[in-house]
């Protein structure tokens, strides 16, 4: 019976295709359809819990498998394939697309069958993405989502006549409200039969494909439902030429108060309990090279980093509220005529906002910006933005140099107007970087900007709680990993070379060698080797610094009766400390950071690159400081 | 390229969409822009002979929101200057597109 789906005649019989009894191997099944269609709120409902993400290999696609568990007890391997509009490979999510449903991804099994996600609301076009999907001939469930809606909304499908039409069957849904989920079930538990279109356009000629979707709609019955008035009342408010910009602000302050000041309290428990429990853990456990290297190496660097997750998770519930709900598309809209001005689109907003309070989420939520080369360039300047990170060390520096005294009257002291001059510069420095980059490596002025507006709806808690989740897993394994080796070596190369059964003076030690090693390149910028480990170990985390030179300072019969901010007016002059400053303006000192762009851009190339150029900027920044001030 | 375009109208004229003003609504003639743009244009609904209402835009007005196929879509006024419409009525809200 082969090749008698192809004659586009023969709608009779459905070919089935064999059911495997093995249960090891369960079928993997992928789950495709344009953005904004529900695919991610069906796959969520479809796994629940039984979910992973990672990236596809070598690209910078994100891919969610999951597991089904079918009412028989069986499973199914679901692949949530990533948004597109058509099967052409243009874009890296379309040719992961296409690769995976042709079998052409080496790490990804061929899917037997596919979900196909329409919006029901919006079939006519949506349709379109049918007409390459079912000429692919592999089993397929045509899913008409948000079904609530269209029935709301006045709309209607017939679809006895629509699955003819199509040659397979179709289940009209509501993801969110979990309305006939069970027909997806149904489908993946029994016979899945090919399709048997009754006729397909010529799938490269778009106005064909999209007058076969009007006219397979037509045959179906299928009445568009009424615009949505929620929709248009909302944004007669939020796209208003004067409510609109001031509520656009609102949501910004809104979000930099939440990652800031919500954050903290959670930030500050979070740091208490690793305290304690490595308190109590030390307390356990026998004084030796083993503890030192448990608590000091691995608790306080890693714990250093967790302190982190409850700004991350506050960061991505603010983003997944405003992008469930639709809103961040229209402040993408309001922000786009400025990002523009530096060479950016409107999607780059949010990442830059949230990179003031880390950079590693605001560059995990680029993915929100389609468009390859400006969500590369977004990336790049991200952790030019004053995260904080830089607060700890900023303060300490200010405190120690800058006297405290009024700038303009009462409304600004000096300090408070050398943390603002900091923020300026860090922005500045990114505009600039933007403007250089855009016109030069990533120029992409040829592709128009288009951003499609999502009807508002309602998050739901399930959705956010995954998104969560998933951020959560991410976030931790990291810490777990990179972050663990990095902080290992640290502790190795301060504790080593071992002499008489103890560790060895800190200028002696291995991180002691290479920091008076090092010293001539950082002696033009007033910085001796004291500073010089504190910049290498500043390299793990900015913030690591001050707990360096604590050390440090400790250790050194010198300066160990005097302070913090007293010992560090002995190691530098003003000049140095305004180049110390610079230098933690630009300086790309942050290993997760490295690891997140790596990751999110798929090679070493870019975290390279990014890195030698904000270093050399640092470098040159500092110096010139230097040399200027006295 | 074009689907079943209606016979011009007297009062119509060709225009490029960048001309609509809110509420305006035309039929859309040609995309002026590299097939590979064009094509993304009209995965997104913007296939000639479809009609498109223009909508309420970012301050100032760019980049702005058009009402095409049962979507909202917002373009840049450098992509909508692209695209070559001929007016259909004027002034009127909520047009429902023609499928």
Redesign the interface.
């Known amino acids: 019976m082969s090749g008698c789906s192809d004659c586009g005649r023969c709608n009779s019989s459905a070919v089935v295709v064999e059911f495997p009894s093995s249960r090891t191997a369960p079928k993997t099944v992928a789950v495709i359809g344009p953005p904004n269609s529900g695919k991610t709120t069906l796959f969520n409902r479809l796994t629940g819990l039984h979910q992973k993400v990672a990236n596809f290999p070598g690209v910078t696609v994100e891919q969610h498998t999951g597991i089904a568990a079918l009412p028989d007890g069986r499973t199914v391997q679901l692949i949530d394939l990533p948004g597109v509009y058509s099967l052409q490979p243009r874009s890296e999510d379309e040719q992961v697309a296409h690769d995976v449903l042709t079998g052409q991804r080496a790490d990804t099994p061929k899917p037997e069958a596919v979900l196909l996600v329409l919006d029901s609301t919006n079939m006519a076009r949506h349709l379109m993405l049918a007409a390459p999907i079912l000429a692919l001939g592999m089993p397929t469930l045509v899913i008409l989502n948000m079904g609530d809606d269209l029935r709301s909304r006045g709309g209607r499908v017939d679809l006895q006549k629509l699955s003819a039409e199509l040659g397979a069957p179709v289940a009209l849904i509501s993801a969110r409200r979990g309305e006939g989920v069970d027909q997806v079930f149904d489908f993946l538990a029994g016979a899945m039969p090919k399709p048997s279109p009754k006729q397909l356009p010529v799938l490269q000629d778009v106005p064909k494909c999209r007058q076969w979707a009007g006219h397979v709609g037509a045959q179906a019955l299928y009445r568009a439902p009424a615009p949505p008035k929620w929709t248009r009342r909302l944004d007669a408010v939020f796209l208003h030429p004067v409510a609109g910009p001031l509520l656009f602000l609102a949501v910004v302050v809104a979000i930099f108060q939440i990652i800031f000041n919500v954050a903290d309290p959670s930030k500050d428990a979070v740091d208490w309990l690793i305290q304690h429990s490595g308190n109590w853990i030390a307390a356990l456990l026998p004084n030796g090279l083993f503890k030192s290297l448990l608590i000091d190496g691995i608790w306080t660097g890693v714990g250093s980093v967790i302190v982190f997750l409850p700004q991350v998770l506050l960061l991505f519930l603010c983003i997944g509220i405003l992008e469930d709900s639709g809103y961040l598309a229209r402040a993408a809209l309001i922000a786009d005529r400025t990002m523009a001005k530096v060479g950016l689109q409107g999607k780059s907003f949010i990442p830059l906002l949230s990179a003031y309070a880390c950079a590693v989420p605001a560059i995990m939520s680029t993915r929100t910006i389609e468009n390859k080369r400006d969500r590369i360039a977004t990336i790049l300047i991200a952790p030019f933005m004053t995260c904080s990170a830089r607060l700890p060390v900023y303060t300490l520096v200010i405190a120690a140099f800058i006297p405290r005294r009024p700038l303009v009257g009462w409304l600004l002291s000096a300090r408070a107007g050398a943390m603002l001059g900091l923020y300026v510069l860090g922005f500045l420095a990114a505009v600039l970087t933007a403007r250089l980059l855009k016109s030069s490596v990533l120029k992409s002025g040829r592709t128009p900007f288009l951003l499609e507006m999502p009807s508002y709806r309602w998050p739901t808690f399930s959705s956010l709680g995954l998104r969560l989740l998933d951020r959560s897993k991410v976030f931790l394994k990291r810490a777990g990993t990179i972050i663990l080796v990095v902080t290992v070596i640290l502790w190795a190369m301060c504790h080593l070379p071992y002499t008489n059964g103890k560790p060895p003076e800190i200028a002696n030690s291995v991180a002691g060698t290479i920091g008076r090693t090092f010293e001539p390149v950082i002696k033009p910028l007033g910085f001796n080797w004291k500073i010089g480990i504190g910049l290498i170990t500043a390299v793990a985390a900015r913030e690591t610094i001050i707990a360096t030179l604590g050390t440090i300072y400790g250790m050194d019969p010198e300066t160990n009766k005097e302070g913090m901010q007293t010992a560090l007016q002995h190691d530098l002059t003003p000049g140095g400390a305004v180049a110390l400053l610079i230098f933690f303006a630009f300086a790309m000192q942050c290993i997760s950071t490295i690891a997140v762009v790596r990751r999110e851009t798929g090679g070493w190339k870019w975290p390279i690159l990014q890195f030698s150029y904000m270093t050399g900027l640092a470098y040159v920044g500092a110096l010139a400081a230097a040399h200027l001030i006295h | 390229?074009?689907?079943s375009v209606n016979c011009p109208q007297p009062e119509s004229l060709p225009t490029s969409l960048v001309d609509l003003r809110r509420g305006d609504a035309a039929i859309l003639e040609g995309i002026d822009?590299?097939t590979?743009?064009a094509?993304?244009?009209?995965?997104?609904?913007f296939?000639?002979?479809?009609q498109i209402t223009a909508?309420?835009?970012?301050?100032?007005g760019?980049?702005q929101?058009f009402?095409v196929?049962?979507?909202?879509?917002?373009?840049?006024r450098?992509?909508a200057r692209r695209l070559t419409v001929r007016v259909k009525k004027t002034g009127k809200l909520?047009q429902?597109?023609r499928?």
């Open positions: 390229m074009q689907l822009l590299p590979d743009d094509r993304r244009l009209m995965e997104l609904g296939v000639p002979g479809m909508g309420r835009s970012a301050p100032g760019d980049p929101v009402q196929d049962g979507s909202e879509i917002a373009l840049r450098e992509t909520n429902t597109p499928a």
